[in-house]
């Protein structure tokens, strides 16, 4: 059975950084792509970035790219999301998600375990 924990949500203000962790367990973790997905209240669950086998393939929604970095330390069993220049609109519920099959994708769809997640609140 996998399992997903995400850590390092929190509160931040406008500007800043957060860096969120997902630790998996179960099967071999280099073997999944992972990804990042959000969800503000009230809006459906969103992209927000993925990352193969290795983080040496990476995609990004439009609204982060530059700002958030996903990466993975395949030894720690575990993907990040660096987060940089936080705004307000990026405040949500940020889940990771991982897919022991396919190629890296933007579908919630595509993905077949889920973290509970990890609430980020940024202030203006």
């Known amino acids: 059975q996998v399992q997903l924990v995400e850590s390092g949500g929190g509160l931040v203000q406008a500007g800043g950084s957060l860096r969120l962790s997902c630790a998996v367990s179960?099967?071999?973790?280099?073997?999944?792509?992972m990804g990042w997905f959000r969800q503000a209240p009230g809006k459906e669950r969103e992209f927000v970035a993925a990352?193969?086998?290795?983080?040496?393939?990476?995609y990004y929604a439009a609204s982060v790219k530059g700002r958030f970095t996903i990466s993975r330390d395949n030894a720690k069993n575990t993907v990040y999301l660096q987060m940089n220049s936080l705004k307000p609109e990026d405040t949500a519920i940020y889940y990771c998600?991982?897919?022991?099959?396919?190629?890296?994708?933007?579908?919630?769809?595509?993905?077949?375990?889920w973290g509970q997640g990890t609430q980020v609140t940024v202030s203006s």
């Open positions: 998600a991982a897919a022991n099959r396919g190629f890296i994708s933007a579908s919630k769809l595509e993905y077949d375990y």
């Open positions: 179960g099967r071999t973790f280099s073997s999944y792509r």
């Open positions: 990352t193969m086998y290795g983080d040496d393939m990476t």
